[in-house]
């Protein structure tokens, strides 16, 4: 079964320094892998997605994201925080032959951006 | 274009009662999942349903259930409710497989 393992449950960074959140996943076929970002009192919004197409991802908000297959990861980095940026970031990996739709999500990493 | 809600945002119920969440997707969305996410256990998958049919069920006892009507409408129920299901039941639609699940904003259940 798939697994996901995000290190660090809480990261704290200075405005305008490098983001990095680490997710190493674990999946017997090549996985579908995720970030997704929870605001507070809100759901989840997708931030990125691996789909086998190109390594390295990027998506919305200025992040990106790059698959490392030999290292099973697939961290999370933007170059320059913003405070906006303060949330909870969810590493996930979905495996199509146990449904396409059923997310496994890691424990969640809660950025917090330092004035 | 509407986003998925979820109603109701908050509930308190008391041990040994039933709830039953709703959750009206995306328009033209046909699949349908439920997560609940709680302090201890983070976010696990409950189940999902796609054109009426359950296509997946996540670990969690009989007691949670679910169904998705012809409008693709969802509701989940948990019956005999104890105090671990207290959580946050967020809902999920997408178009199907391999396309984005966007998320409701949740349903807050408190049970005393």
């Known amino acids: 079964a798939q697994s996901v393992t995000q290190l660090g449950s809480h990261v704290s960074v200075s405005e305008g320094a490098l983001v990095l959140l680490r997710c190493n996943y674990s999946s017997s076929v090549p996985p579908y892998l995720f970030w997704y970002v929870q605001y507070p009192n809100q759901g989840l919004q997708l931030l990125l997605k691996y789909t086998s197409a190109a390594t390295l991802v990027k998506g919305i908000n200025g992040f990106e994201a790059e698959f490392k297959k030999s290292e099973t990861s697939f961290h999370l980095t933007k170059p320059s925080a913003h405070m906006s940026d303060a949330a909870e970031y969810f590493c996930a990996v979905s495996d199509p032959a146990q449904g396409a739709q059923k997310l496994v999500f890691g424990q969640g990493t809660r950025l917090t951006i330092n004035p | 274009k509407a986003g998925v809600t979820q109603t109701p945002r908050y509930l308190i119920k008391t041990r040994g009662q039933q709830v039953t969440l709703s959750c009206s997707p995306i328009?033209?969305?046909?699949?349908v999942s439920w997560y609940q996410q709680t302090p201890g256990q983070g976010l696990q998958f409950l189940f999902e349903y796609f054109s009426e049919t359950q296509r997946n069920k996540g670990n969690f006892p009989g007691r949670f259930s679910g169904r998705q009507f012809s409008n693709s409408r969802s509701e989940m129920n948990v019956s005999t409710l104890e105090l671990g299901d207290s959580a946050l039941y967020l809902c999920a639609s997408s178009q199907g497989d391999y396309n984005e699940q966007f998320f409701g904003p949740g349903t807050r259940l408190t049970v005393l």
């Open positions: 328009s033209g969305h046909r699949s």
